[in-house]
């Protein structure tokens, strides 16, 4: 079982090509992998992510979905290259590969339990973000339907206006018309408020959840 300090050990002594771009793009001859994924793939100072996983899996005895999630965490831009091919199901195009160096793996491995740390406060308190900005969703639908009137698609929006959606009917039947200026007449929906008192309640919770 390898153990973190064994990885510390043996990554600080290595090296890593630390800029491959002068490999030159293009694929490597009869192989779906491009010129740089190859050199960092025989790079002794760098790891595969799918090799990294399964090392400090080893190493911690922490599932590689976790594993990858501080790999994500502690290095959230690392190097990729591309290697192989994704199903037309999928998008088709190459897949990437995801690299860590030498210097990011001892990072991690000399870091592993602050990292650890970190990722959950830094989960608690994406999910405490999550649960107030559902709290304020459920607060403005609520205030909109006591004081304010649906309306669907209307060509002349009163006053007081919050607009949801924006709308053009063309040869192929009604799409968004956000940020387009055919010349066709534009039908909006959204709600209707009588007074600007009301109307400006609602905006001051609306920055205020975008503020979130």
Same mark, same amino acid.
């Given at each position: 079982?390898?153990? +973190?300090?064994?990885?510390?050990?043996?990554?600080?002594?290595?090296?890593?090509?630390?800029?491959? =771009?002068?490999?030159?793009?293009?694929?490597?001859? =009869?192989? &779906?992998?491009?010129?740089?994924?190859?050199?960092? +793939?025989?790079?002794?100072?760098k790891?595969?992510?799918?090799?990294?996983?399964? !090392?400090?899996?080893?190493?911690?005895?922490?599932?590689?979905e976790f594993?990858? $999630?501080?790999?994500?965490?502690?290095?959230?831009?690392?190097?990729?290259?591309?290697?192989?091919?994704?199903?037309?199901?999928?998008?088709?195009?190459?897949?990437?590969?995801?690299?860590?160096? %030498?210097?990011?793996?001892?990072?991690?491995? &000399?870091n592993?339990?602050?990292?650890?740390?970190?990722l $959950?406060? &830094?989960?608690? $308190?994406k999910?405490?973000?999550?649960?107030?900005?559902? %709290?304020?969703e !459920?607060? !403005?639908?609520?205030?909109?339907? %006591?004081?304010?009137? =649906?309306?669907?698609?209307? +060509?002349?929006?009163?006053?007081?206006?919050?607009?949801?959606?924006r709308? !053009?009917?063309?040869?192929?039947?009604?799409?968004? &018309?956000?940020?387009?200026t055919?010349?066709?007449?534009?039908? +909006?929906?959204?709600? %209707?408020?009588?007074?600007?008192?009301?109307?400006?309640?609602?905006?001051?919770?609306?920055?205020?959840?975008?503020?979130?």
């Amino acid at each position: 079982m390898k153990t +973190l300090e064994k990885i510390i050990e043996k990554y600080s002594k290595l090296e890593c090509n630390e800029n491959n =771009y002068e490999v030159g793009g293009g694929l490597v001859e =009869y192989k &779906s992998a491009s010129n740089r994924h190859e050199d960092a +793939l025989n790079d002794a100072g760098k790891l595969t992510f799918g090799k990294a996983a399964a !090392m400090f899996k080893k190493a911690t005895g922490c599932s590689v979905e976790f594993v990858n $999630e501080i790999f994500w965490y502690a290095v959230p831009n690392p190097e990729w290259h591309h290697a192989g091919f994704l199903p037309k199901t999928y998008g088709g195009g190459m897949k990437k590969t995801y690299f860590l160096n %030498a210097k990011q793996i001892v990072y991690i491995a &000399s870091n592993w339990e602050k990292l650890v740390q970190s990722l $959950e406060i &830094s989960k608690q $308190e994406k999910m405490s973000k999550e649960e107030l900005k559902r %709290a304020k969703e !459920m607060e !403005m639908q609520q205030y909109l339907e %006591a004081n304010a009137t =649906y309306n669907v698609r209307i +060509l002349n929006a009163p006053e007081y206006f919050y607009v949801t959606k924006r709308e !053009m009917n063309g040869k192929y039947g009604w799409f968004d &018309s956000t940020g387009k200026t055919y010349k066709l007449p534009e039908y +909006l929906t959204g709600w %209707a408020f009588e007074n600007e008192e009301k109307f400006e309640a609602f905006r001051k919770m609306l920055l205020e959840y975008r503020a979130l």
